[in-house]
């Protein structure tokens, strides 16, 4: 499944504002002295950006994405420590996971499979961080009466097949702490909500257009209705779209027994 430049481009503000801090500089401390980070759907490089300020400057990154020419985009700061890797990340076999001290993605998990995500964590031997999972939370001020009907519908359109089966959606930050606990890891875990304002005004726009049509597509008929009243109101409409944080540890890594130890 693949987004458009535009879209990335215009969420890369709001999702670097809304990381948990904490569970990132965890994330940095267990990559290690020479961090290999593995960015699963890179996109333009928005895990990249986020990291990189407070990565040393040995840092290589192998950058995964279906898109060449979203790569390209995502390399183009990085030039000789970053290669680029246009795989179906659905395709495990290929992911470019030997000798990484880090996976990484943002807004990925939500789109995956739960056996996609089991089969994941029995082949990653690192930390992996996943960050800014959509977590099935919509609160808008002001409010309207199809608001509870709308996240309903696109709850369950989020669970449509995406690519790797019938994906997570609203359940995948909860499904990722358990896949990874069975399979052997410490799990720590953070919201991370999107808070929108006028200031956001185009995002919150692409953004109700985008929900008002997939929960049309699951069956709300009133959703584009819906969608044209809040890209009407965006200049003046505050919401909180959930999110949530993962970092998933091995045991027996430093950070991960330190955690068992206490």
């Given amino acids: 499944m693949a987004f458009s430049e535009k879209w990335l481009t215009l969420r890369e503000q709001s999702d670097h504002a809304s ?10 401390a267990v990559s290690g002295e ?11 490089g928005s895990t990249v950006r986020a990291l990189a300020p407070f990565l040393p400057e040995n840092a290589k990154w192998r950058l995964v994405d279906n898109d060449q020419s979203l790569l390209e985009v995502a390399s183009a700061e990085l030039a000789e420590r970053a290669t680029l890797h246009p795989v179906d990340i659905a395709d495990l076999d290929n992911l470019p996971l030997q000798d990484a001290t880090l996976v990484t993605a943002s807004a990925l998990i939500d789109l995956v499979s739960r056996q996609w995500l089991e089969e994941f964590a029995e082949r990653v031997q690192v930390p992996v961080y996943f960050a800014l999972s959509y977590d099935g939370v919509m609160n808008w001020i002001p409010d309207n009466p199809l608001d509870n009907s709308i996240t309903e519908a696109f709850n369950n359109h989020q669970r449509n097949d ?3 089966g019938s994906a997570l959606g609203p359940d995948s930050v909860s499904v990722a702490e358990e896949v990874f606990k069975a ?6 875990k953070a919201p991370s909500p999107w808070q929108l304002g006028p200031t956001e005004t185009e995002l919150q726009q692409a953004l109700v257009q985008g929900i008002a049509e997939a929960a049309l597509e699951a069956g709300e008929h009133d959703a584009l209705a819906w969608g044209n009243n809040r890209v009407n109101l965006a200049y003046e409409t505050e919401c909180i779209i959930g999110h949530g944080d993962i970092l998933a540890v091995p045991r027996n890594s430093e950070l991960g027994a330190q955690h068992a130890s206490n």
């Fill in 183 to 188: 399979a052997g890891f410490e799990v720590f």
């Fill in 162 to 164: 995406k690519g790797f």
């Fill in 34 to 44: 020479n961090p290999v980070i593995v960015d699963l759907g890179s996109g333009t």
């Fill in 19 to 28: 990381r948990d801090s904490q569970l990132l500089a965890q994330a940095i």
